[in-house]
Structures are given as structure tokens and as C-alpha cells.
């Protein structure tokens, strides 16, 4: 009777964390793809860092503290060769919709009540992962979640369009929101208007002819070389400001007791709807490049990727599609690409998915 072989140290490490024996066994024939993908996804990472976390009511360098710790710890635990892991425009909306009423106006709770919705929504995720409830990825409907993401969209538009034409939009509500967008189309500060035009149509053609450039970053500096060069600050533009420098610093978020319950039915809906992203998106790429990916592991990375993005003072992130299309387009072939992690498909025990079911049985990979 044949004795099978013990499972070396490295692969019982890779039964929890996947990225610690892939990083070990790392092919350098990787590293150049990696690299030329991650510059592309950091070009395009950084700026719109920034822009959601405006979007969500924070300082820019929330955003990019939200950028940093999220793709390590992913890439220690997710099972996704692909995937990019930060900040999200549907994830932000709900953010803002949730801390708001609950700071009440006030900016260091805003951000502790935040940072505790992104360390709670780990904590769920990782429980999640423990009571094997992968299997809700079967549950998820693309079409559901398009119209969703349909009305965040709407919500976005018409939150930003005032930026883009100078004005000061207070109203709640999309129809209020619009109509007092009309009613204050005659105060329209030309210069914000003109910077904002050619930027959108940077964002739009520069694509098509030059697809392997990083559009975003392009659209950012010619913008703010507009700005500095012509002066336009000093013409009453808003500007972000300056964008504080170095790393961020670890600590737990502090709340008032008889906040708990409300951000805990809060951080529910974010993990949620966290969850139900990262699956699209990484079931679309798992399913393009022909692996597998594990259900119930990406609950588990995911959840440690908000908590890392909690103690960093940043807020609740999950799989980002327009950068992980990036990484894809770009090349990159592991998770060097963010970070590093492995280099080749490594199997995991328990429930795998090409982009499609946590069961033994795939059911047809989404594409």
C-alpha cells in the first residue's frame, strides 16, 4: 500500500493563504508582464482613488490610503489572478448614504464611522467565508445588479455634474437634484466648464486612438497643468489642494455605543454588495483566462482586504472592474500586478469556480 507523500509546509499555508507559497515559487519570466500591467493599473488606481473618495466625502488621501493595504491583503488570500481590489463607485454611494446621517456633519466621526463600516463588512465576509456561504454567488443576477449599478450612475451624474459647470448643488433627490441643476445653468463658471470639456474628451478619444495609455492619468495632469499654467485657481476654480505625503497611520476606528447596531445593519448591505462586484468581476476574468477561482477563499480575501483598508484609515473597497479590465489589457498574469502573488494557478481544497458555481458541478462561467 502506497503512502501518499505529507503536503509540504508551503501548500498547507496556501490552504489559508494562497499568495504565501505562490510568492514563493514566483517564475521571474512573470515579473516584466507584471510589471508593465502594474504601472498601467497605478496610472489609473491613483487618480481615481482620489476621485471616489470626494465622491464619498472624504479627503483624497483617504482614497489612496483605501488603495494600499487592500491589494496586499488580497493578494495574500483572494484566489484571482486578475483581480484589483479598491475603491468603487457603487460601494462609495453607499458609504456616503450610510455615514452621513450618522456623523451628522461631523468629519473625524464621518471617517471612524466609515472606517468601522469597512473593518465590520470584513468581519462579516470573513464569517461568511467560515459558514461556507459561497454558494450565494449563484445567486447573483447580473441583470439586478446592471440596474443597479444603473441607478448609482444616475446618483453620481447628477452629485458631480455641478462640479463640472461650477455650480453648488444642495438638493436631495435625483428630480430636485436636476431641476436645481437647470434652474442655475445661467451662473455656469466658464473656465470649470471649458477644463472639464476637454478632460471628458480626453476620457473618451484618447482611448480609441492610443488604447495602451494611461488615459486617466493623461487627463489628470493636462488638466492640472490647465490649471496651474493659466491660473484658474485664482479665477475661482475649486482645485483638490494639496495631497498629504507619507503612509497612514494603524489604529482601530472609536464609535459611540448607540451607533453600533445602525452600522452594523449598515455594514451588512456594504458586504453585500461588495461581495456581489468582486464575484462578477472575477468570474468574467477567471472565465476569459481559463482558470479556476474559489468561492469561499474570495469571501475570505475580500473581508481581509476591508480590514486592512479599516486600520489604514481607509473605507470599505472591493473588486474594481475598470482596473482589473486594465491589469487584463495590460498583460499582467499574476497579482504582482497590485502587489505580488502567484504565478501560476495554484488549486485550493473545497469549492472552485470558473466564473460560475461553488459546487462540484459548474454551472456555465459568466462572461
Not at 479627503?59 to 486578475?82: D, N, W
Not at 446618483?155 to 455641478?162: C, D, N, P
Request: hydrophobic share 50%.
Amino acid at each position: 500500500m502506497t503512502i501518499p507523500p505529507k503536503p509540504l509546509l508551503l501548500d498547507r499555508i496556501g490552504r489559508f493563504a494562497p499568495g504565501v507559497p505562490t510568492l514563493a515559487r514566483y517564475q521571474p519570466r512573470d515579473l516584466p508582464h507584471d510589471l508593465i500591467a502594474g504601472l498601467s493599473v497605478a496610472a489609473v488606481a491613483l487618480p481615481v482613488g482620489v476621485a471616489y473618495a470626494q465622491l464619498a466625502g472624504f479627503e483624497p488621501v483617504i482614497g489612496l490610503y483605501s488603495s494600499m493595504l487592500p491589494l496586499l491583503a488580497y493578494a495574500l488570500f483572494g484566489t484571482s489572478r486578475q483581480l484589483v481590489i479598491g475603491p468603487d463607485a457603487a460601494t462609495c454611494a453607499l458609504i456616503a448614504a450610510s455615514a452621513a446621517p450618522l456623523a451628522g456633519g461631523d468629519p473625524a466621526l464621518y471617517l471612524s464611522v466609515s472606517m468601522a463600516l469597512a473593518l465590520i463588512a470584513g468581519c462579516l465576509c470573513i464569517a461568511a467565508s467560515f459558514l461556507r456561504l459561497g454558494a450565494l454567488a449563484d445567486f447573483l443576477s447580473r441583470p439586478i445588479l446592471v440596474g443597479f449599478l444603473n441607478g448609482i450612475a444616475l446618483h453620481i451624474i447628477l452629485g458631480q455634474i455641478g462640479k463640472l459647470f461650477g455650480l453648488e448643488l444642495t438638493a436631495p433627490g435625483i428630480i430636485p437634484r436636476a431641476l436645481e441643476f437647470v434652474g442655475k445653468l445661467g451662473a455656469t463658471h466658464l473656465p470649470t466648464l471649458a477644463v472639464a470639456a476637454v478632460t471628458v474628451a480626453v476620457l473618451v478619444l484618447v482611448p480609441r486612438w492610443l488604447p495602451r495609455l494611461p488615459t486617466v492619468l493623461i487627463a489628470i495632469v493636462a488638466a492640472a497643468l490647465t490649471v496651474a499654467l493659466l491660473g484658474l485657481e485664482a479665477q475661482g476654480m475649486a482645485v483638490v489642494g494639496t495631497v498629504p505625503a507619507g503612509l497612514p497611520t494603524l489604529g482601530f476606528p472609536m464609535l459611540p455605543f448607540d451607533l453600533i447596531p445602525a452600522v452594523l445593519a449598515a455594514a451588512a448591505g456594504i458586504a453585500l454588495m461588495s461581495f456581489t462586484s468582486t464575484m462578477l468581476t472575477a468570474r468574467s476574468f477567471a472565465a476569459k483566462n481559463h482558470y479556476d477561482i474559489d468561492v469561499d477563499r474570495e469571501f475570505t480575501a475580500l473581508g481581509a482586504a476591508n480590514i486592512a483598508s479599516a486600520l489604514s484609515q481607509g473605507f470599505a473597497v472591493s473588486g474594481a472592474d475598470s482596473r482589473t479590465a486594465m491589469s487584463d489589457a495590460a498583460g499582467g498574469r499574476t497579482q504582482l500586478t497590485g502587489s505580488v502573488r502567484r504565478s501560476r494557478p495554484w488549486t485550493p481544497r473545497g469549492r472552485r469556480c470558473a466564473g460560475s458555481s461553488s459546487t462540484s458541478s459548474p454551472s456555465p462561467a459568466w462572461t
